[in-house]
């Protein structure tokens, strides 16, 4: 395998620090690197460096096989009750006319534009406010599941989770079991941000903690629900709070087992209180990616959403960790883009994303959220061959 004699490479290499050798050698035998050595590869690790030790791990545990799935998004409103520095899709409840707040009617109406259609996927997150309650959504996750019984739901942050069990004067217990019997399938990642209270007091203050975030995802896990996890990184924060996080998520995850992928999410700065931040470059992003697959050994995969960051950089990020850039989308979300991704209208098809994965020689495989596998795409003929304009159209890495 061609990633192993990199790592045959980097541990034969006398100007490397020991240190760094010594990682090195930890990833080639599969043992777990200390909070000290992970801040370490943040300071000192090399792009090549890391991207050498994450393609190995991802290879090790996947091959050359990239994940996707078929999904749609759906955001109630973006009107919300909290003011986070780093948002820029959120409207505060004073500016309620340039937001909008779907009906239950309404949500339904964007749930039956896919009958007919081969999403498994429904992902469902936006704003807080006081309508959107314990009885909507579980009138809500109940009606889609009459409407369309095998489509997952995967809906709400512990951010909402949060609010809405604290309105309702119930326990986080009894809540997490009441939206499980009403239909909910699985948890997105989003609302973890830094779980660092001297970052997340800054930038998300009023929110949940990050030990709520974390308390949340483990009653899931304890119900038998999987779920993913998200860091929002490259604002304010310093390295050593990002390890912080990793840790906690590491931690959690040896005790349950319930996270299913982990998505670094890249702080864009349009449009929000935080604009006067630079936002960090496409190296600082895959050697964050990098880290994140390093030091998540205990997570199965790393997503790379590829909405945020674009399609280029998604393709670049498969030979830094990454085995999942998420799906095809297909909708109308607009958390990103109204915050300046690159990606304005984020939708493709499965014949793009597929030549997207191809294009860079790894082997795109359709997976529904619980990655069972759907569709193995590698040599799929499609009816039409795909324009691959913007795309990145020589291979990053060789197939073995």
């Given at each position: 395998?061609q990633?192993?004699?990199?790592i045959?490479?980097?541990l034969?290499?006398?100007?490397?620090?020991?240190?760094?050798?010594q990682?090195?050698?930890?990833?080639?035998?599969?043992?777990?690197?200390?909070?000290?050595?992970?801040?370490?590869?943040?300071?000192?690790?090399?792009?090549?460096?890391v991207?050498?030790?994450?393609?190995?791990?991802?290879?090790?545990?996947?091959g050359?096989?990239?994940?996707?799935?078929?999904?749609?998004h759906?955001?109630?409103?973006?009107?919300?009750?909290?003011t986070?520095?780093?948002?820029?899709?959120?409207?505060?409840?004073?500016?309620?006319e340039?937001?909008?707040?779907?009906?239950?009617?309404e949500?339904?109406?964007?749930?039956?534009?896919?009958?007919?259609?081969?999403?498994?996927e429904?992902?469902?997150?936006?704003?807080?406010?006081?309508?959107?309650?314990?009885?909507?959504?579980?009138?809500?996750?109940?009606?889609?599941?009459?409407?369309?019984p095998?489509?997952h739901?995967?809906?709400?942050?512990?951010?909402?989770?949060?609010?809405?069990?604290?309105?309702?004067?119930?326990s986080?217990?009894?809540?997490?079991?009441?939206?499980?019997?009403?239909?909910?399938?699985?948890?997105?990642?989003?609302?973890?941000?830094?779980?660092?209270?001297?970052?997340?007091?800054?930038?998300?203050?009023?929110?949940?903690?990050?030990?709520?975030w974390?308390?949340?995802?483990?009653?899931?896990?304890?119900l038998?629900?999987?779920?993913?996890?998200?860091?929002?990184?490259?604002?304010i924060?310093?390295?050593?709070?990002?390890?912080?996080h990793?840790?906690?998520?590491?931690?959690?995850?040896?005790?349950?087992?319930?996270?299913?992928?982990?998505?670094?999410?890249?702080?864009?700065?349009?449009?929000?209180?935080?604009s006067?931040?630079?936002?960090?470059?496409v190296?600082?992003?895959?050697?964050?990616?990098?880290?994140s697959?390093?030091y998540?050994?205990?997570?199965?995969?790393i997503k790379?959403?590829?909405?945020?960051?674009?399609?280029?950089?998604?393709?670049?990020?498969?030979?830094?960790?990454?085995?999942?850039?998420?799906g095809?989308?297909?909708?109308?979300?607009?958390?990103?883009?109204?915050?300046?991704?690159?990606?304005?209208?984020?939708?493709?098809?499965?014949?793009?994303?597929?030549g997207?994965?191809?294009?860079?020689?790894?082997?795109?495989?359709?997976?529904?959220?619980?990655?069972?596998?759907?569709?193995?795409?590698?040599?799929?003929?499609?009816?039409?061959?795909?324009?691959?304009?913007?795309?990145?159209?020589?291979?990053?890495v060789?197939?073995?």
């Amino acid at each position: 395998m061609q990633s192993a004699r990199k790592i045959e490479t980097i541990l034969q290499d006398t100007s490397l620090e020991a240190p760094l050798r010594q990682i090195a050698q930890k990833v080639f035998g599969g043992q777990r690197i200390t909070e000290e050595e992970g801040l370490l590869l943040f300071e000192q690790g090399e792009l090549a460096y890391v991207g050498a030790l994450a393609n190995f791990i991802r290879e090790k545990q996947h091959g050359n096989r990239t994940f996707f799935n078929r999904n749609f998004h759906i955001e109630p409103t973006n009107i919300c009750l909290y003011t986070c520095t780093f948002c820029s899709y959120s409207r505060l409840i004073k500016k309620r006319e340039e937001g909008w707040e779907y009906s239950m009617d309404e949500i339904m109406d964007i749930v039956r534009k896919y009958d007919g259609q081969p999403v498994t996927e429904v992902h469902i997150v936006g704003g807080v406010l006081p309508q959107y309650d314990l009885e909507f959504y579980s009138e809500l996750f109940r009606r889609i599941k009459a409407h369309r019984p095998e489509l997952h739901i995967k809906a709400l942050t512990p951010v909402e989770y949060h609010y809405i069990f604290k309105k309702a004067r119930i326990s986080y217990e009894e809540g997490m079991r009441l939206m499980k019997e009403a239909g909910l399938d699985s948890m997105p990642g989003g609302g973890a941000e830094i779980f660092h209270p001297e970052i997340r007091d800054q930038i998300a203050g009023g929110k949940c903690t990050g030990e709520q975030w974390l308390r949340i995802h483990e009653i899931w896990h304890e119900l038998g629900g999987r779920s993913n996890a998200t860091m929002l990184y490259g604002h304010i924060e310093e390295f050593r709070h990002r390890i912080h996080h990793l840790e906690l998520l590491r931690r959690l995850q040896d005790k349950t087992g319930g996270f299913q992928t982990f998505i670094p999410l890249k702080f864009r700065n349009k449009d929000n209180q935080m604009s006067h931040i630079p936002e960090s470059t496409v190296v600082e992003d895959l050697r964050n990616y990098a880290i994140s697959r390093i030091y998540l050994d205990n997570f199965a995969h790393i997503k790379a959403y590829w909405p945020m960051i674009g399609r280029q950089a998604a393709q670049l990020s498969l030979a830094f960790g990454v085995d999942d850039i998420d799906g095809t989308i297909d909708d109308t979300t607009r958390i990103y883009s109204m915050a300046g991704s690159e990606e304005q209208n984020p939708a493709l098809s499965t014949q793009e994303l597929a030549g997207l994965i191809r294009r860079v020689g790894r082997e795109p495989v359709e997976r529904d959220t619980l990655y069972n596998v759907i569709r193995d795409y590698t040599d799929y003929v499609f009816e039409e061959e795909e324009a691959y304009q913007g795309y990145v159209s020589l291979p990053v890495v060789s197939k073995n």
